[in-house]
């Protein structure tokens, strides 16, 4: 059920506030116009009584308004803590997660590049190797700081998004194409099954890590040799997409927790392979930025396997 007008925009102790009010000012007239169940026709105020409960019910309303506007107050006051908390904590984890991510290429790129300065005699394969890892390190380091930027994008900035018709199965079709090498060493095998001509209104960078990400992912832990399918229904106001491996999975207890941000499986393997920590997030995040949900499951038959909602408008608020 939609929420009432009246009440958008209202915080919760305002909203708690107005609906008893309300409640009680609509009881208060009814048992003074009525009186009882029993009248045949309604013939309000026809005795100094009915004026003695009428004023009465008012005091009685106007104290209990100043009761609850003073709790209503303090309900606001606690959530605004609370809320003002847990962002805190949120900052401060995510703020401990980049320093610790970031420390890691860093160290190694200060490492390889005071070996070569400290040894200006090493051989020429050597120095090769050395900044070999030292540009590798530089491009995780490159990739951990563009993923940072669209998250924090997408959570303060979601205004002044660029919003305009995209066509996913040409923005899809591209990536393939970009993704078709890494396929190819792997011997995996990708099935594009996405009908023709979707279209959504959203922001094409976004929406571009949606399925960018989610290849990606695949790609570096579905395992050698297998295949990956993508789907999708028309559903009218929205489209719903399927995204499958026929992979090893995830393991129940991590399942839940795949889209929090830098949350590894194994995290000594995902450093190895270049990844941030960050893709699922984004992938959620930016889902969540056009109107759609996303959930993760093991399949039966094995692989993990994505649904994903995306709104055909872009949502003018975010939810």
Known sequence: MKRLKCFKGMTEGRK???TVMIIVIAYSAVFII???YDRQGVNPLDSPLDWHLLWFSLAVALVLGLLLHHYARRV????SREQAAKQNDTRREMTQNIAHELKTPVASILGFTETLLDNPDLDAATQRQFIERSHAQAQRLTS???DISILNRMDYATDVLDIRLVDLTQLVADIVE???IPLRNKHMTLENCL???IKVEGNTSLLYSIFRNLIDNAISYSGEGTSIRMEARNMGDHWQFTFADNGSGVPTQHLERIFERFYRIDKGRSRTMGGTGLGLAIVKNAIQTHGGIITAYNQ???GLCFH?????KFPKEKK
């Open 16 to 18: 708690m506030f107005l």
């Open 308 to 312: 994903f909602t995306l709104q055909k």
């Open 300 to 302: 039966l038959h094995g």
């Open 178 to 180: 970009e993704t078709a």
């Open 34 to 36: 009525f009186e009882d």
């Open 144 to 146: 951990l700081l563009q």
């Open 195 to 197: 009908p023709e001509n």
């Open 76 to 79: 606001d006051n606690r959530i």
